[in-house]
């Protein structure tokens, strides 16, 4: 089955996988609407990037927590928001904490969050297709 596809950074992609963040900040719009594999990155991010980043994580990064180059979960894409400051303060605030909320930008709003096996998946700039059979 093909299925479009996003690769993000962890540990943004497992709190996706975890209900814990429901929007996806992006610099660029959508129009593509429906289910949607969320990737992890192969390379983690490094200690300088994500302490530099709105969302620091203290200690070592556990792979087994947070695993790379693989897929994490399925979601439905039900809108592409461009960012203005009513939207950024209906959010609470650890959902502002794990985005680049700024003004313009856009919020694709994610639902019906799915755990999936981790499978290996070659990850790709933008939104990308695949096959997947992990369902």
Not at 33 to 56: N, Q
């Amino acid at each position: 089955m093909k299925i479009k596809a996003l690769s993000l950074w962890q540990p943004w992609a497992t709190a996706i996988a975890l209900g814990k963040k429901r929007y996806e900040t992006r610099s660029w719009k959508t129009s593509y609407r429906g289910r949607l594999l969320i990737c992890s990155a192969k390379k983690p991010l490094d200690e300088v990037a994500l302490h530099t980043s709105s969302f620091v994580i203290k200690g070592v990064f556990n792979p087994e927590l947070f695993p790379l180059g693989v897929s994490i979960c399925t979601c439905d894409l039900m809108d592409c928001l461009q960012i203005t400051e009513d939207l950024i303060y209906s959010t609470n605030r650890n959902e502002r904490v794990l985005g680049y909320w700024g003004i313009g930008r856009y919020a694709w709003k994610l639902e019906n969050v799915v755990p999936v096996a981790p499978i290996p998946i070659k990850g790709y700039q933008g939104l990308f297709t695949v096959d997947y059979e992990g369902f």
